[in-house]
């Protein structure tokens, strides 16, 4: 198997070794100018959706944090703080 991959490589690499760097065809000529533009607004429309599931996650997770030391008990806040308190 590994004999057939070098070999593909290989005739790959000489069909883009023949093109000069400028002539060389990309991804992005390939595709029409319209089909680019929905691609990248895609990805940003992606990216937008996970930034505020980010921005939920986080939102949610310092939520529970602060209903968790609401919520401890007398014991709890002894251990964890002791003599530590202010005076007042």
Known sequence: MGKKRKQQQRVDDSVTAGLPKQQAVTLADQLGGDVLAKLKAAKQDLTAKEQAAEEER??????????????????????EYGDKGSKF
Do not use: G
Not at 72 to 79: A, G, M, R, W
């Open 58 to 79: 986080q939102a949610k997770l310092a939520f529970e944090r602060k209903q968790r030391e609401k919520n401890k008990s007398f014991e709890e806040l002894l251990n």
